[in-house]
């Protein structure tokens, strides 16, 4: 299928979106609930399963549907089609503080890995699937998890990511070691696998995770400096800190300081 042709235009800096302009009959798909502000021709329409086939059978949306389960996804997805006769506008917005990425699959080999939360929205023909990792260290230990998505195509797709983003162009044969939870996408050829960290004291107090991902070129790696989980992971922390009493924090006491509170028993 040949994706639509759609213009775009990214506000922002680090809590963007992406303005998406759509010609009459033209259509974007995205994960639901992703959608910022649309114009008022805009036509909305919710799909069970793959937005590509929605004509298909029962059975064939289910697996479709079964299969964005797998990544983690919602059952559903949407799609947002220029119903008027002039140009018409639909913004979607990053989820957390980062960037939103635009990918031209054409320029891409028409395919492209990328972590299982990483997709925003694409042009109405860039199918949306998961690709398996077939060894088990990749399954187990793969930070984000053994299935990845893959978005495949010859239209745009646009990925967000946490932190600040940089992109690596990998020669045949060259290594790059990543944690597990900053990788964001990848090129078809790049060759994906988990190296353990080793030795003791890098295993218990080295402070990063256990095991790296381990990139081998030839292609292209996006690298994001903020994880969501790690950014979730430091705001329930600091929940935490903050519900136990008001003198864990600024108090040279510390936890001390609520045993006299009456906080501490």
């Known amino acids: 299928m040949l994706a639509h042709e759609i213009d775009y235009k990214i506000y922002g800096d680090d809590m963007q979106f992406v303005e998406i302009e759509l010609d009459p009959n033209e259509t974007v798909i995205a994960e639901a609930g992703g959608m910022m502000m649309m114009d008022s021709a805009i036509r909305m329409e919710t799909i069970f399963g793959d937005a590509n086939h929605g004509g298909g ?27 008027g006769y002039g140009k018409q506008k639909v913004a979607f917005a990053s989820p957390y503080p980062g960037k939103i990425i635009p990918m031209n699959l054409l320029e891409l080999g028409g395919k492209l890995i990328c972590q299982k939360d990483a997709f925003l929205c ?32 010859d239209g745009l797709a646009f990925i967000h990511a946490g932190g600040t983003i940089i992109k690596k162009d990998l020669m045949p044969g060259q290594t790059l070691k990543v944690d597990t939870g900053c990788l964001v996408a990848m090129t078809r050829d790049v060759h994906y696998d988990i190296e353990f960290v080793g030795g003791v004291k890098n295993t218990l107090f080295g402070g990063e995770g256990l095991f790296f991902a381990t990139l081998t070129g030839p292609g292209s790696v996006w690298i994001q400096s903020l994880p969501f989980s790690r950014l979730a992971s430091k705001v329930f922390a600091a929940a935490g800190v903050a519900g136990r009493g008001r003198k864990d924090e600024g108090s040279i006491l510390g936890n001390i300081g609520n045993l006299f509170d009456g906080d501490g028993f």
């Open 122 to 153: 694409a042009a109405k023909g860039v199918s949306i699937g998961i690709d398996f990792r077939r060894k088990l260290s990749v399954g187990f230990f793969g930070g984000e998890g053994f299935i990845l998505q893959k978005l495949e195509g």
């Open 57 to 83: 059978g029962f059975m064939d949306k289910l697996f479709s549907a079964g299969k964005r389960v797998l990544t983690g996804e919602s059952l559903f997805m949407t799609t947002f089609t220029n119903a």
